[in-house]
């Protein structure tokens, strides 16, 4: 090793410089480089329930972050830490739900319960039950439960902490990393900006254990605002997409209409297009009433008519808008000799005897394109999607059921509980690119 006099230690690593707001290239000056480096994960704020320990060690991370500037290798230091506090954060939350007490439920005796006073008690108890065979009861259901992050993870599913199909395949790389950073088998290096997304990512974990959602978050987002929104068309094929308030006052869209260019209108509250946002609606023109065939959840009010028409019936309801979380949403899928889009549950629950034929498929996703391609491709078994109850290994869906449509609306009650069955007019935008195949 080279003893370094302290100007070398205080001199910029000419690596980080590289790394500038347009990516990789160049090189910063100290002063930019310290600034830009730092806010990449100044907004990372934990939540203010967050337990000691992990708040401690979080805070820690974002600290020693900014020295990457004048040593390159805190890079990797940091992202393998902030691995390594994913562990802590469901450790310490985990103290926290169970306030000292923690039951095991076997298939054949009596329920058993410890004290515990601390994570080592938890896991000597949990090693010695799962050996027995008896699972750990959280909340109305028992998991697995051995004390290792595995069953951490578990528990904090099954627990309602943490949410979200595709978050959970975020937390599976997670875990699969943290596990090669306590076990290394190999070198690797870290770059600044993936170790930034390391630590934003553990922030939005550790803010979700403790009940908060993040605002634009990657992981586990706050929820969407919605908004009056009306969807228009015209025979050519040109569509568009305006807030209501935009029909308060002529305007061009006015101007082509009285020049002939008719347009079909329909009213919705719908995700509003905001630029750079990383959650905008890029499937709003395959608006369908009976279909999710929006990325986002979309709800029909009215339509379809003409513009004043449409401006009356605003006038007059004054609908408002709402904030959605679209994460963790229940689709219906059929299957009669071709796969129809995913429909909501009471869309389907409304459905006439004649329309519910063929096979079903209840099925748990983010998304609807989703939940319709893991239906698509449990078609074939090479695939490796799972096609009986649980998570997808493969994709980020769960299956609740699948079979008759009796079937799988009995699956999807199971999880949502009883059903309001609603009946819509077959309102669609009808120029369709994600979408064709819709009857």
């Known amino acids: 090793m080279e003893i370094r006099s ?3 230690l205080r001199a910029a690593d000419s690596l980080s410089l590289a790394f500038n707001p347009y990516g990789l290239g160049g090189h910063m000056a100290p002063e930019d ?25 979080f805070e820690r991370l974002r600290r020693v972050f900014a020295y990457g500037v004048l040593c390159y290798d805190v890079y990797t230091l940091v992202g393998d830490q902030a691995l390594l506090i994913f562990e802590q954060a ?29 994570y080592d008690d938890v896991k000597k108890h949990a090693e010695k039950m799962a050996r027995r065979g008896a699972k750990l ?6 998991v697995e439960f051995n004390g290792m992050l595995h069953g951490l993870r578990r528990w904090a599913r099954t627990a309602g902490l943490l949410r979200g199909r595709r978050s959970r395949m975020v937390e599976d790389a997670l875990a699969k990393l943290r596990n090669h950073v306590a076990h290394p088998s190999g070198h690797h290096v870290d770059t600044p900006a993936g170790a930034a997304r390391t630590v934003r990512d553990l922030a939005e974990v550790i803010n ?14 706050a929820p969407l605002h919605r908004q009056i929104t009306v969807l228009s068309w015209n025979g050519t094929g040109r569509a568009r ?14 101007a082509e209409e009285l020049e002939g260019d008719e347009y079909q209108h329909v009213v919705v509250r719908a995700i509003p297009f905001i630029p750079d946002s990383r959650w905008n609606d890029d499937h709003w023109a395959e608006f369908d009433s009976r279909y999710e065939t929006t990325r986002f959840p979309t709800d029909y009010l009215w339509g379809p008519g003409t513009r004043e028409e449409a401006r009356t019936w605003l006038t007059h309801e004054q609908p408002e808008g709402d904030s959605v979380d679209f994460t963790d949403r229940v689709f219906l899928i059929q299957d009669r000799g071709r796969l129809l ?12 005897d004649s ?10 996703a983010d998304f609807p394109d989703d939940a319709f391609l893991h239906v698509q491709g449990s078609g074939d078994r090479s695939t490796g999607h799972v096609r009986r109850p649980g998570d997808c290994a493969v994709c980020s869906a769960e299956v609740l059921g699948s079979g008759s449509y009796d079937e799988a609306l009995c699956a999807t009650v199971a999880v949502l509980g009883p059903i309001q069955a609603a009946q819509l007019p077959p309102v669609r935008l009808p120029l369709s690119i994600f979408w064709p195949d819709r009857p």
């Open 33 to 57: 480089a310290a600034e830009f480096q730092q806010r990449q994960i100044l907004d990372c704020d934990l939540a203010e329930g967050v337990a000691a320990g992990t708040r401690g060690s």
């Open 241 to 254: 997409m305006e807030p209501a308030g935009a029909l308060a006052l002529p305007g061009p869209a006015d």
């Open 137 to 142: 009861v959280a909340a109305t259901s028992v």
């Open 355 to 364: 329309e519910r034929v063929g096979v079903w498929h209840a099925v748990r």
């Open 341 to 352: 889009p995913p429909m909501r549950p009471a869309v389907a629950a409304g459905l006439p």
């Open 90 to 118: 469901l450790r310490d939350r985990f103290m926290e739900w169970c306030a000292g007490t923690i039951t095991f439920r076997f298939p054949q005796a009596p329920d058993a319960s410890f004290s515990v006073a601390s």
């Open 6 to 8: 302290l100007v070398d």
């Open 208 to 221: 979700q254990l403790w009940g908060q959602a993040t605002t634009g978050g990657r992981l586990y987002p």
